[in-house]
């Protein structure tokens, strides 16, 4: 009697404990599931990026500041020229999106830096992300899968998603009222995520970072929006390039106790100390197809000594979705 009893209370026990467990093993998300809903939403395109297929090469170099020395040990800030490949894209899985989509724009840096050492920095042209967990960014894939009635997304769904999905709406906002930029050397790029810098008595700053233009932010006006070609933001780079190198300014924010550390939807204060960490110059820029940056996998966790990530879950999650896409794409699929 006393073994049945005690044997109903272990079961209890088990399940107490186990069915929170359970729910949340059920709630999470894989990347491999993301990928597919991104190759389902926007279709495959064999050898491609999964997301971001739109883009242009590029190549330049960074010189870093004394300032950002201070803050971060890493190789990238030690005055000299660290080689550059960087890469401009349009978000999304669809090669025929038109340059005037009001979706993101990016900016992937790859740093080459002293002793075969890499550090990347991949960044979207919005302040803030649309997503604070990979739920969230599940989800706005199934809920913006073309209807196949219609070719568009089912308004009802969009409607449904924002309703339940809170986190998604800031950067939502952003990319309704602010037109897309004229031209990627007129458009400012941030990490969005909080990352940490190291510097040699291994003091740690949290740190948020941005790409300032120096050619100054210009976005598309109505007008240009609706009369715009669909393919303008690689040709005007190029050009641009040519008549001399585009510069950015690298701007660090240095982060102060109670600023969001783990969640890339909310903006931090503007008051924030700023420091000039670098100047970014890209030199030449031309067509993906065979061309340096066409495969390299901008991995946001690739980084050297001196820099490292926070515990943001976006940030962290988008390590394995790149690798799955990479290893398609390289693979030929
Ligand atoms: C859940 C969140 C995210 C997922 C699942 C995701 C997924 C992906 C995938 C699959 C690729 C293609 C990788 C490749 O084949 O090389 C990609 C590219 C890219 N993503 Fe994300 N991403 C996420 C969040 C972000 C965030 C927060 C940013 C910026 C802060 C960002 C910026 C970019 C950029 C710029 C590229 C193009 C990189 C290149 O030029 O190769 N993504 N993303």
Not at 51 to 62: P, S
Request: with cysteine; net charge neutral; aromatic share 8%.
């Amino acid at each position: 009697m006393l073994k049945i009893e005690s044997g109903l209370w272990l079961l209890a026990i088990v399940y107490v404990f186990s069915t929170p467990l359970c729910m949340a093993a059920q709630d999470e998300v894989t990347a491999d599931q993301v990928v597919t809903a991104i190759e389902s939403t926007f279709g495959v395109t064999p050898g491609e990026r999964r997301n971001h297929i739109k883009g242009t090469c590029a190549l330049g170099e960074f010189v870093g500041s004394p300032e950002a020395a201070a803050y971060s040990r890493s190789a990238m800030f030690s005055g000299k020229p660290i080689p550059v490949i960087a890469r401009l894209s349009l978000a999304g899985g669809n090669p025929k999106a038109p340059d005037t989509a009001k979706s993101p724009r990016g900016l992937a840096l790859e740093f080459k830096l002293p002793g075969n050492n890499l550090q990347h920095m991949t960044m979207l042209n919005t302040p803030i992300f649309g997503a604070m967990q990979a739920r969230t960014f599940l989800d706005l894939m199934i809920a913006t899968k073309p209807d196949p009635a219609t070719g568009k997304p089912d308004p009802e769904k969009i409607k449904a998603f924002k309703a339940t999905h809170p986190d998604n709406l800031a950067q939502a906002e952003y990319l309704a009222k602010n037109n897309p930029p004229a031209s990627y050397s007129s458009s400012s790029f941030g990490g969005i995520h909080t990352f940490k810098f190291i510097n040699r008595d291994n003091k740690t700053t949290l740190v948020r970072w941005q790409f300032v233009p120096q050619d100054g932010e210009k976005r598309l006006s109505d007008d240009e929006l609706k009369s715009s070609p669909p393919n303008f933001l690689e040709q005007a780079l190029i050009n641009r390039t040519k008549q001399g190198p585009v510069h950015w300014d690298m701007m660090v924010s240095i982060g102060e106790p109670g600023d969001p550390e783990d969640n890339p939807t909310l903006a931090w204060p503007e008051s924030r100390k700023q420091i000039k960490a670098g100047t970014l110059t890209i030199s030449s820029a031309l067509p993906q197809k065979g061309a340096e940056c066409e495969k390299i996998n901008f991995d946001p966790l690739v980084m050297g000594d001196g820099i490292e990530p926070s515990n943001d879950p976006i940030l962290l999650f988008r390590s394995p979705a790149y690798a799955i896409s990479f290893s398609k794409r390289l693979g030929g699929l």
